[in-house]
């Protein structure tokens, strides 16, 4: 435990282990876990063994013997009536207890009733037997009035599939249907509940949720309690604000002071998505904090009843010694340790004479595995006040200083805050970070843009050149009475003019200095960030995307305009050739011309900024046709462009239909074209721009982006907690509207009937819905083309499979198409090969994982792939086989981020080098090489005379 690369190691085979079939399967997970690892003695030698007859029995008896110890060692029982006895002989030995039943984030309604009712036998199991308990005085009083014996322990994001903020209304409402009469037969039984808290994006809603609750009049005599986590840095306002709400209440709520358990996870997300963690950043910090909320617990006593949850004997020490302070009784609150953890302190709470209530959860290894390995980090984290006294036996003395905040408050790894580079001084590229939809401000922030945007009347958006009348209206897919924009028709005279006008102040754009050009897309991002709430309202009402979809949007489109012109600059320095003595060379990149942007609707503002970005840092003019429904937000990204600093002519927009696409491919005057489109628009636009022309002043260079029928491929031990949320959302993120999204999903037969079970259930829960509302998960399709054509094939997909799952539950207008579950899918038929664009999920079953690979890669196409295994041998066989330009293990195969992940397909999906990665710009280029020689007479000069170094 104390080598940090062996522990992370150990902890991933133990949360693997409860998924693994037998010896093979234990023996060659261990292998792909610990090569290359420096393994212990024991280690080595258990992998010696899988090698000798009988061997690999050995290892996986042992390696099961151990989990199970361990899980024993922190879980009480599996059964309500086992775990009530079990409970019993503790309240005999002088501790209480409060049952946690295992399980947390559920994903359908059906697992949320289902813990529901295990809650529900627990609590009767609970409080049947507690009245048969001898009584303990010191356990079952305080100074205020009698304490239940009995207790159980809730964790919320176990009673809904939408407890999210976005979906808070709904998944509040949920969680109290659920609780509310479990919670009356705790009341009527005398068993006391606590509301767990878990990560902070759920803390407001637990909050809300345990308020309303409480305040139900049937509730009144219900002893319910709340957690507070010491490691939040808005703690004590919290704690402030929860005594205000109980004063004057009959029974007092009770408040739980915790440090809090997921501080790994919260830094790690919150670094990865460039949020300021909620967290505090050294352990002084979040120790010093649990002190000061311990003593501000006290001063409402008598108001809130306080409990103080930890291992730590200084933090226990201080919340007792500020209690005697403030003359507290030592009975007027009580101490929580965590059974399995810490047993010394346990002894030495009760014969000190304390109330001690042990939080001991309950359930199967699978769904309990979440807490064991959080357990487990804890047990062995560098930090640890449980490591350090009972594993290293560090001094009393020395672990009872008081806490040493860190001075200068710390930074996680990789936060950058909100600072904006400057061109001349930039710093390293970052992503945007997304909405906090968690902070009530940014909520109501986009409420209110959205709100506006709906209320706007229909925008106008005029081409670039020409007279062209406003003949194109685009509309809101969920309501299609309603206009959105009118926009022009280019017809070929006025894209004419438009390229003749671009490829004439081409030599002029190109000329200017590169650092010139980046500087533009720098203030485009500005403007874009300043911008936001707006421009993200303007996608969810032109197209139908959801409020989270839109704000991942928005923050592509100022990541490439940060990006490129972070690139383009590196590009201006010159490519990588040797120069000899006497000989200077250059290996420079000039744009190539005009360049014909031509965007899709399914991403209307990063698809086409992106392309038009990277054309115009590289020192191309560009002539943009933005797709036919999706006019105002083109004009709205050309506006902010041009705003930034584009002189005349350097960047136009032709709005129009597939005529003024084509009329702008086959003018001999353009010489890059992007597109973002179908398969067959993009093939018809490599081949028209392949032929002869001699008019054409270069040989046309294409970068399409085209379609996928994207396969996730589900192995026999992957975590079906991971699969099937991550599944979910690639399937029917915006209405499956996405070339990324999934349409396939592959799984072995060895979990095909929990996985489809799991996936079915979770997609009978998605909110589908206007996207105007923030809980809409599922809107509508585009038009009434994509919804025809979509609704047709969903008639015909019971000749081709089983529809497991067709939602009929839709808004009555709009352009709207159930989520769809087809199983057992002919994989020769059109729903196993053609990209259909819509909510539609084909599932394949296949005996193992080698053939889901094969049947993933069997397609034209390969755009995105994703694998959930946790084997790492098959997470390298699986980039062998699939040809997939896009990978994903064990997440969503949905959300590339530039920078992170290039995006762009292979075979049938694409042509040309990924967006939003290094090579990107390239194409937008002619490459030029100079080479001067730089010897006179016999001398060797130093002086560069190359034009750009
Ligand atoms: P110790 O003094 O060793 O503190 C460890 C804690 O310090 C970590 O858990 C973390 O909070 C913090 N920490 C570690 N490294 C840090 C760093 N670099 N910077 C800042 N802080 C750092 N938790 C929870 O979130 N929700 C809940 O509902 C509960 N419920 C609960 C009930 C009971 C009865 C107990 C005993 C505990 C909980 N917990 C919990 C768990 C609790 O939050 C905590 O994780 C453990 O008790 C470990 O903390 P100690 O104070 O015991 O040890």
């Known amino acids: 435990m104390t080598d940090p690369d062996l522990r992370a190691r150990l902890f991933r085979f133990v949360d693997t282990f409860p998924a693994l079939a037998g010896p093979a399967d234990v023996v060659e997970h261990l292998r792909g876990e610990f090569a290359g690892a420096a393994a212990p003695w024991w280690l080595r030698a258990g992998l010696a063994l899988g090698d000798v007859p009988g061997g690999r029995r050995v290892t996986t008896a042992v390696a099961r013997r151990s989990i199970d110890r361990m899980a024993r060692q922190f879980v009480i029982g599996t059964e309500p009536e086992e775990v009530a006895e079990a409970v019993g002989g503790m309240w005999a030995s002088g501790s209480a207890a409060t049952v946690d039943l295992l399980g947390e984030h559920t994903h359908s309604d059906a697992e949320a009733a289902r813990y529901a009712t295990r809650l529900a036998a627990l609590v009767d199991a609970l409080g049947a037997a507690s009245n048969r308990w001898a009584p303990r005085p010191v356990l079952e009083h305080d100074d205020i009035g009698p304490v239940p014996r009995a207790s159980v322990s809730v964790k919320v994001s176990a009673l809904s599939p939408v407890l999210h903020p976005l979906t808070a209304g709904r998944g509040v409402e949920q969680a109290q249907t659920l609780l509310l009469p479990i ?54 306002d919290d704690l402030e604000a929860l005594a205000r709400w109980a004063t004057g209440r009959r029974i007092p709520p009770a408040v739980r002071l915790v ?74 609150y009580e101490l929580q340790l965590l059974y ?54 560090e001094s009393l003395d020395k672990l009872l200083a008081p806490p040493m905040p860190a001075k200068a408050p710390g930074r996680g790894p990789e936060t950058n805050g909100h600072r904006r580079p400057h061109p001349g001084d930039l710093a390293p590229y970052r992503p945007e ?27 106008q958006v005029r081409a670039s050149r020409g007279s062209a009348g406003l003949a194109l209206s685009s509309v809101d897919p969920a309501d299609p009475e309603v206009v959105v924009a009118h926009a022009a028709v ?101 744009g190539r011309g005009v360049c014909a942007v031509i965007a899709p609707w399914n991403f209307p503002l990063a698809i086409p900024l992106g392309m038009t970005a990277a054309a115009l840092v590289t020192g191309n003019t560009v002539v943009l046709k933005p797709a036919e429904q999706s006019p105002a937000v083109a004009g709205e990204l050309v506006r902010i462009l041009l705003e930034s600093g584009l002189p005349e002519d350097v960047l136009q927009l032709a709005p129009g239909a597939g005529e003024t696409g084509a009329a702008l491919v086959d003018h ?9 489109g179908s398969r067959e628009v993009g093939l018809a636009i490599v081949e028209r721009a392949g032929r002869r022309d001699d008019r054409r002043g270069s040989v046309v260079r294409v970068v399409a982006e085209m379609g996928g029928k994207n396969a996730v491929v589900v192995d026999d031990d992957a975590d079906l907690d991971q699969v099937v949320p991550a599944v979910v959302a690639s399937a ?111 599932v394949f079953g296949v005996p193992d994982f080698a053939a889901g690979l094969r049947l993933a890669d ?80 016999g001398f060797a000069a130093t002086v560069h005379h190359t034009p750009t170094r």
């Open 183 to 236: 919670l009356e037969r705790a009341a009527a039984l005398g068993v006391s509940v606590w509301f767990d808290m878990e990560r902070y994006e759920e803390k407001a809603l637990t909050q809300a949720l345990f308020r309303r609750l409480l305040e139900r009049p049937e509730l009144d005599m219900l002893h319910g309690g709340i957690v507070l986590q010491g490691y939040l840095r808005d703690a004590a």
């Open 259 to 332: 440090k809090g358990a997921y501080w790994d996870t919260e830094t790690v997300e919150a670094a990865a998505r460039g949020w300021d963690p909620p967290v505090h950043l050294d352990k002084g910090a979040t120790d010093a904090a649990f002190e000061e909320l311990a003593d501000a617990l006290h001063s409402y006593h008598g108001t809130l009843r306080a409990a103080f949850a930890t291992h730590n004997l200084r933090s226990l020490a201080a919340a007792v010694v500020d209690g005697r302070r403030r003359a507290v009784p030592d009975t007027g």
């Open 340 to 393: 399995g953890m810490a047993e010394p302190v346990h002894v030495a709470v009760r014969q000190a004479g304390f109330r001690l209530r042990v939080y001991a959860p309950m359930g199967e290894l699978i769904p309990g595995m979440a807490y064991l390995v959080r357990r487990l980090l804890e047990n062995t984290a560098n930090e640890s006040f449980v490591r350090h006294r009972f594993a290293e036996g």
């Open 433 to 459: 970070p997304p909405a906090q939809w968690h902070l009530p401000a940014v909520i109501e922030e986009i409420a209110m843009a959205v709100e506006a945007e709906f209320g706007r009347a229909p925008r």
């Open 490 to 590: 280019c017809d070929e005279a006025s894209v004419h003019a438009m390229v003749d006008a671009a490829a004439a102040a081409s030599g002029a754009w190109r000329a200017r200095p590169m650092a010139e050009r980046a500087a533009v897309l720098l203030r485009a991002a500005a403007a874009l960030r300043a911008r936001r709430a707006e421009l993200l309202a303007l996608v969810v009402r032109e197209v139908g995307k959801p409020w989270a979809d839109a704000d991942a949007e928005v923050c592509e489109a100022v990541d490439y305009c940060e990006y490129y012109a972070r690139r383009a600059l590196e590009l201006d320095a010159g490519g990588a050739v040797q120069s000899p003595p006497g000989e200077d060379n250059l290996l420079r990149y000039r």
């Open 668 to 676: 001999p005057a353009v010489d890059v074209i992007a597109f973002t």
């Open 732 to 842: 029917f993120g915006f209405a499956g509207q996405k070339c990324s999204a999934a349409s396939r999903l592959v799984l072995t037969d060895r979990i095909h009937d929990a996985a489809l079970e799991r996936v079915t259930e979770a997609v009978r829960a998605l909110v589908v819905g206007p996207p105007r509302r923030p809980d809409t998960q599922v809107g509508p399709v585009i038009d009434a083309e994509a919804h025809a054509r979509l609704t047709g094939a969903l008639q015909r997909a019971s000749s081709v499979g089983t529809v497991q799952l067709a939602r009929h539950d839709l808004p009555e207008v709009g352009w709207f198409v159930g989520p769809t579950v087809v199983t057992d899918v002919d994989p020769t038929s059109w729903l196993a090969t053609d990209e259909l664009f819509g909510p539609v999920l084909a």
């Open 858 to 937: 069997d397609s034209p196409y390969a755009l995105t792939a994703g694998v959930f295994t946790r084997s790492a041998h098959h997470v390298r066989m699986a980039a062998e086989v699939l040809h997939a330009g896009n990978l994903y293990v064990n997440r969503a195969i949905t959300g590339a981020v530039v920078g992170r992940q290039p995006f762009g397909g292979n075979r049938l999906s694409g042509v040309g080098s990924k967006a939003g990665g290094p090579d990107y710009l390239l194409q937008f280029c002619d490459p030029q090489v100079v080479s001067e020689n730089t010897v006179r007479q």
